[in-house]
């Protein structure tokens, strides 16, 4: 079983930045393709961005693409997510996961470990 605690989150303004931090513990990441996600009341779990264990292939969402970059540290158990450029519309609660198998898939349902989620908002 693995635990993952997602970090990072806070305030900021419109065009500034931002790194999420998500911990991993129990069991090591390297292996498993990993993703972010978000969500804003009343609406679904989002994909934002993933990261394949094989070959560190990364995918992102076209709303965020350009702008965030998510990588790995395999030697701290540890997934990023950095913001650049945010937006008002970028707010939510962030999240991160691994997912259940190889490839990065949008779909949340994919994914088998969550994290509690840590809030990011963006004042215009």
């Known amino acids: 079983q693995v635990q993952l605690v997602e970090s990072g989150g806070g305030l900021v303004q419109a065009g500034g930045s931002l790194r999420l931090s998500c911990a991993a513990s129990g069991r090591t990441i390297s292996s498993y393709t990993m993703g972010w996600f978000r969500q804003t009341p009343g609406k679904e779990r989002e994909f934002v961005a993933g990261i394949s264990w094989v070959g560190g292939w990364t995918y992102y969402a076209d709303s965020v693409k350009g702008r965030f970059t998510i990588s790995r540290d395999n030697a701290k158990n540890t997934l990023y997510l950095q913001m650049n450029s945010l937006k008002p519309e970028d707010t939510a609660v962030y999240y991160c996961?691994?997912?259940?198998?190889?490839?990065?898939?949008?779909?949340?349902?994919?994914?088998?470990?969550w994290g509690q989620g840590t809030q990011v908002t963006v004042s215009s």
């Open positions: 996961a691994r997912a259940i198998g190889s490839t990065v898939v949008p779909g949340h349902e994919s994914y088998d470990y």
